[in-house]
């Protein structure tokens, strides 16, 4: 049984900085894209990063320059470096990994709340 376990939110103040991880338990291989997306209340979940097995990432627009994905494949970890945040990335943040082979899976974690207040 696969596992996606996150770690790391919590309660921040406007400006601050927080790092997510999410770790894959159990047997997964052939992880090709490793994810992070988020969901606000009365709002549909969105991509916020994304980084492929290679290594070329993607972010949202709303968070360039802000936010850094990374991942340790040989630990099937991602993690999200969250910097300059903002009340509205407040949200769930949810973790996914795909595997390409033999067939296309994807793999969801169970989510970490993220608030940015004063």
């Known amino acids: 049984q696969v596992q996606l376990v996150e770690s790391g939110g919590g309660l921040v103040l406007p400006g601050g900085s927080l790092r997510l991880s999410c770790a894959a338990s159990g047997r997964l291989f052939n992880i090709n894209t490793m994810a992070w997306y988020r969901q606000a209340p009365g709002r549909e979940r969105e991509l916020v990063a994304r980084i492929t097995l290679l290594g070329p990432t993607d972010y949202a627009d709303s968070v360039k320059g802000r936010f850094t994905i990374s991942r340790d494949s040989a630990r099937n970890t991602v993690n999200l470096q969250m910097n300059s945040l903002k009340p509205e990335d407040t949200a769930v943040y949810y973790c996914?990994?795909?595997?390409?082979?033999?067939?296309?899976?994807?793999?969801w974690g169970q989510g970490t709340q993220v608030t940015v207040s004063s």
């Open positions: 996914q990994m795909t595997v390409t082979a033999p067939g296309i899976v994807h793999y």
